[in-house]
Nanobody, 115 residues
Framework: QVQLVESGGALVQPGGSLRLSCAAS????????MGWYRQAPGKQRELVAQ???????NYADFVKGRFTISRDNAKNTVLLQMNSLKPEDTAVYFC???WGTGSYWGQGTQVTVSS
């Protein structure tokens, strides 16, 4: 079992920045990738960014150049630095870890980009 605790969601103006954090605990030794997904109202959940134990990163095209994913292995934490935020980035952001043969999800944190 893995527990995920997310933080950092907020209301921000267009062009602003936010940093999301997700801390993992429990059976973390079997985690081989951590990442973020998002889901806007009426839309399907979609991948935002992912980072593997090897350091390989995977980004959705719509965030390339604006968002950066990183890991703090000492704290078992994955971070998502979001810059140049747009109204279309408004969504609930979910932390996800790939673990053994399955995955775990966080409870989600709301990001709202609006003036």
């Amino acid at each position: 079992q893995v527990q995920l605790v997310e933080s950092g969601g907020a209301l921000v103006q267009p062009g602003g920045s936010l940093r999301l954090s997700c801390a993992a605990s429990g059976s973390i030794v079997s985690i081989y990738a951590m990442g973020w997904y998002r889901q806007a109202p009426g839309k399907q959940r979609e991948l935002v960014a992912q980072i593997f134990n090897s350091g390989y990163t995977n980004y959705a095209d719509f965030v390339k150049g604006r968002f950066t994913i990183s890991r703090d292995n000492a704290k078992n934490t994955v971070l998502l630095q979001m810059n140049s935020l747009k109204p279309e980035d408004t969504a609930v952001y979910f932390c996800n870890v790939l673990w053994g043969t399955g995955s775990y999800w966080g409870q989600g944190t709301q990001v709202t980009v609006s003036s």
